[in-house]
């Protein structure tokens, strides 16, 4: 992939469990953020993290960002239902001005 | 309500028959681009578009046309489609100033038989 790699490639829990999920880059950069995706519909921005921040929350989310590793993560904490999605981690990039986004981790959270 | 609109949201069609993906947003971006989505390639840039009658090849731009005549307006154009262009088409846009934030369309479902 062009940016890398996301993991789990599918997530499946109970609601009210955590679900955590892993996204790698492979360049340096100035910010990372998180869009998820209900099944064949649009993208919807998540959260974003800059480069100099180590953790982010939002409400019952939780993203992590470590540099060294060219690492992020994203922990849904308590989770329900609705948040069965697929969730994708995206880079931007200034030459070819765009957004690189990972393959996604496909999250069911079964009732 | 600020957003970004694609037209039309499906659409069946035959190889060679030329058609538009139109995309608008309200809220004065100067940026805009298109994506494509494809199962096991995830999304991947056509076009983009820096400001009016600015624009530039992504990654996979064969195939397809784009025009900037208008700041709202970003209408994709495939000349003859084929049926390597079914995909899951997005629209997005952002500011000059906060170019990564991209406001995202509710996507263009595409079938070339």
């Known amino acids: 992939s062009q940016q890398g790699e996301e993991d789990p490639q599918a997530l499946s829990i109970q609601e009210g469990e955590n679900a955590t999920m892993n996204c790698s880059y492979k360049t340096s950069i100035n910010n990372l953020q998180w869009y998820r995706q209900n099944s064949g519909r649009g993208l919807v921005h998540l959260i974003l993290i800059r480069s100099n921040e180590r953790e982010k929350h939002s409400g019952r989310l939780r993203v992590t960002l470590d540099t060294s590793k060219k690492s992020s993560s994203l922990l849904i904490t308590a989770s329900r239902a609705a948040d069965t999605a697929s969730y994708f981690c995206?880079?931007?990039?200034?030459?070819?001005?765009?957004?690189?986004f990972g393959q996604g981790t496909e999250l069911s959270v079964k009732p | 309500e600020a957003q970004v609109t694609q037209n039309p949201r499906y659409l069946i069609t035959v190889t060679g028959k030329k058609l538009t993906v139109t995309c608008s947003q309200n809220?004065?971006?100067?940026?805009m681009s298109w994506y494509r989505q494809d199962p096991g390639l995830g999304l991947r840039q056509i076009y983009y578009?820096?400001?009016?009658?600015?624009?530039d090849k992504g990654d996979v731009p064969e195939g397809y046309k784009v025009s900037r005549k208008e700041k709202r307006n970003f209408p994709l154009i495939l000349e003859s489609p084929s049926p390597n262009q079914t995909s899951l088409y997005f629209c997005a846009s952002s500011s000059s100033g906060r170019l990564f934030e991209q406001f995202f369309g509710p996507g263009t479902r595409l079938t070339v038989l």
């Open positions: 995206a880079t931007w990039h200034n030459q070819g001005g765009k957004l690189i």
């Open positions: 578009s820096m400001n009016v009658e600015v624009t």
């Open positions: 809220m004065n971006h100067e940026y």
